[in-house]
């Protein structure tokens, strides 16, 4: 078993500061990546980073939802949600700098479990650890100044 980040993930990254096996990676590049990954292989269940993302993202794999409703923010591939569009400003009191987002109303019912496996494809078909060092640059600056360098 394993903790799943979904698309309600706005690129927060203060669970990855109480992750005590260092397993959630921010996706980079966003364009592909655009959520933070949870490591299935590492992740321990210890459930320290669920009370510390502000969009309420992070769940259980076995208690990922598959009716989710509510007027939410969300962020996809632009394949996956051609009609997001790049936003910045505040999301519940935080700062945030999306490629493709878009917000919903609350009427949408949205499958979640769909959000699993690009957890797992994260570690075994992209990046990985690769960019351990651009999410620490990413932490520092924070996402209003950041800039991706390859
Ligand atoms: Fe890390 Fe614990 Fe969250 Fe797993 S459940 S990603 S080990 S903080």
């Excluded at 957890?119 to 690769?130: L, V």
Aim: hydrophobic letters at 35%; one cysteine or more; a negative charge.
């Amino acid at each position: 078993m394993t903790h799943i980040t979904t698309r309600l993930c706005l690129r927060d990254t203060a669970c990855v500061e109480v992750c005590p096996v260092e397993c959630m990676v921010l996706g980079f590049p966003e364009e592909e990546w655009p959520w933070l990954y949870i490591d299935p292989d590492t992740c321990i269940d210890c459930g320290a980073c669920i009370p510390e993302c502000p969009y309420e993202a992070i769940f259980p794999e076995e208690e990922v939802p598959f009716d989710f409703q509510g007027e939410v923010w969300i962020t996809n591939t632009k394949d996956l949600l051609p009609d997001g569009a790049p936003f910045e400003g505040e999301v519940d009191g935080h700062y945030v700098k999306l490629l493709n987002a878009k917000k919903l109303d609350g009427s949408e019912t949205l499958d979640l479990t769909e959000d699993i496996p690009p957890n797992y494809d994260y570690f075994s078909e992209g990046p990985g650890y690769d960019h351990m060092d651009t999410m620490t640059k990413y932490m520092e600056v924070g996402a209003k100044d950041f800039k991706f360098e390859g």
